[in-house]
């Protein structure tokens, strides 16, 4: 199957991403997976806003709701046992209301518990991550962000990591 | 770290170099399936386990079956947010005072 990139996008959007210019990475990075999977630890990673509601605090949509151009670029920790009931979600350029009912479908922290107890995998770090996927400029992920929370990633012992934007 | 990314969008992997990827045919917001549906979430992880296992070089992009179970004007209206976002909100408004202008 061919997956269409674009089936689910108004034409408009579709148009307009299919004639942007983005910049390649070269050479494209690759670690090749150092160990079987039922000895690496996991992390998992999503771009979907969400956050552990009463322990951290939501993304700033109120700026970005004041400056358009503008995404907030921070992250939040999820935790491995955090509940259903724990998380919250404000991005604002997609409907909430599913990843609301099933965390799962933009960070399967439940389903990688289950992969843990199976002995598929070795575990699942204490730790997942959120970061808020409306970025226009990415420069803050690139120099601050992202290499925070990969430190914050190695000193959980991460072997590997499950990338999931939305 | 070794990586594996699942995505909607398997067109910017090609573009963007990304090490391993794999694509699904799903709407925004849903990249491991519809809500409670776990037997989809786990076939989507379990394939992105195997990427990361069996990928032998950077850029390898394996594309899923699956067929999202919703009507496609259905879903193309289901995933989008209640209020259009900031940035849509702008470009309506910066459309309006042009027409406006033009009038």
């Known amino acids: 199957m061919t997956v269409d990139s674009f089936r689910f996008l108004p034409g408009s959007i579709a148009a307009y991403y299919k004639n942007m210019t983005v910049q390649r990475e070269d050479p494209v990075p690759f670690t090749p997976l150092g160990k079987p999977l039922d000895q690496c630890r996991f992390a998992l990673v999503t771009t979907a806003g ?10 700033d ?9 503008w995404g907030d670029p921070s992250f939040r920790r999820i935790p491995k046992d955090v509940s259903q009931e724990e998380i919250g ?5 997609t409907n909430n209301r599913d990843v609301l009912l099933d965390v799962n479908i933009l960070l399967p922290v439940q389903r990688f518990l289950e992969l843990e107890s199976e ?40 072997d590997a990591v499950l990338l999931t934007p939305s | 770290m070794s ?3 699942v995505t909607l969008m398997p067109f910017w992997s090609e573009r963007l170099g990304v090490p391993r990827t794999v694509g699904v045919e799903f709407p925004y917001g849903h990249l491991l399936g519809q809500p409670g549906d ?9 394939a992105a386990l195997k ?5 032998t070089g950077p850029g390898e992009v394996r594309e899923l079956d699956y067929v999202w179970p919703q009507e496609i004007d259905e879903a193309k209206r289901d995933w989008q947010p209640p209020e259009p976002s900031p940035i849509i909100k702008m470009m309506i408004d910066q459309r309006r005072s042009q027409r406006q ?3």
């Open chain 1, 89 to 93: 979600a404000c991005h604002l350029h």
């Open chain 2, 51 to 55: 990427l990361l296992e069996e990928a």
């Open chain 2, 38 to 46: 776990r037997d989809t979430q786990m076939g989507v992880i379990r």
């Open chain 2, 101 to 103: 202008g033009e009038g």
């Open chain 1, 119 to 158: 002995g598929v995998i070795g575990s699942l770090a204490p730790t997942s991550y959120s970061f808020m996927g409306y970025q226009p400029d990415t420069t803050a992920w690139r120099q601050q962000y992202g290499p925070e929370a990969a430190v914050l990633m190695k000193d959980e012992a991460v």
């Open chain 1, 61 to 69: 949509t109120e700026r970005e709701k004041r400056e358009p151009m």
């Open chain 2, 3 to 5: 990586t594996v990314l």
């Open chain 1, 50 to 59: 969400i956050y552990n509601k009463g322990k951290e605090p939501p993304f």
